[in-house]
């Protein structure tokens, strides 16, 4: 099961900053996928109020104590993160006023808050925890671990910019001062190619050598 929301999460983590980024429509096979991750989050919060937890040597086994607990922790955040906007969006999109004025600006601020997804990252290393925990290695493979860790939320980070920089290029590429993606010549060039150039000064910039001659 952790294994499971780990891929989920995951999954989350990339495609919703691209997708909302990009603006890039999903495919049936993503639309799928992404309801599945919805239907499984929702009921892994009815799950989590029926998991023991442990505390001060022992497994705690009343559901009371496991409800008080889960509400005072991560259920806020597991709720926020699980809400169905994806079928909200696509509710409003399919109706019949999606496409007026008012009906198109309702379903783009509906995307927006699928970015509250990207809270579950807050969950990450809990999951990465059990998984290790329940592997039992040695802690050479525990290290490497948590090394690869490390190198997910190095890559996160560096997708997450990309995304960030390619949107602003958008959002301002009636304006041709200020848009980057206009004065390098990519606005209309393949998503590939612009997520490519997007990643390429994200990750010069983190590194510190420079911002990727997209200034």
């Not at 999954?11 to 996928?33: A, K, N, W």
């Not at 799950?47 to 496991?66: E, P, Q, R």
């Not at 009636?174 to 606005?187: A, G, I």
Request: hydrophobic fraction near 45%; charged fraction near 20%; include cysteine.
């Amino acid at each position: 099961w952790d294994t499971i929301a780990l891929i989920l999460i995951c999954f989350d983590l990339l495609y919703v900053p691209f997708h909302i980024g990009f603006d890039v429509e999903p495919s049936r096979s993503l639309q799928i996928f992404s309801g599945f991750g919805d239907v499984f989050f929702l009921l892994d919060i009815v799950l989590n109020f029926h998991t023991s937890y442990y505390y001060d040597g022992a497994y705690v086994m009343d559901h009371k104590k496991i409800a008080k607990k889960y509400l005072k922790s991560l259920f806020w955040l597991d709720l926020l993160a699980s809400f169905p906007y994806v079928w909200i969006a696509n509710a409003a999109d399919n109706s019949k006023d999606a496409y007026d004025s008012e009906g198109f600006k309702l379903v783009k601020v509906i995307r927006f808050f699928k970015l509250i997804k990207i809270v579950r990252i807050m969950r990450l290393k809990g999951h990465i925890k059990k998984i290790e925990d329940y592997l039992q290695y040695d802690s050479v493979v525990n290290g490497l671990i948590s090394l690869l860790y490390l190198i997910l939320i190095v890559v996160l980070m560096s997708h997450w910019c990309a995304c960030l920089w390619h949107f602003l290029g958008k959002l301002n590429a009636d304006n041709s001062e200020k848009s980057w993606l206009y004065q390098m010549d990519t606005l209309y060039e393949d998503v590939s190619e612009r997520y490519i150039a997007s990643l390429y000064w994200a990750t010069t910039t983190m590194l510190t050598v420079g911002y990727g001659d997209y200034t």
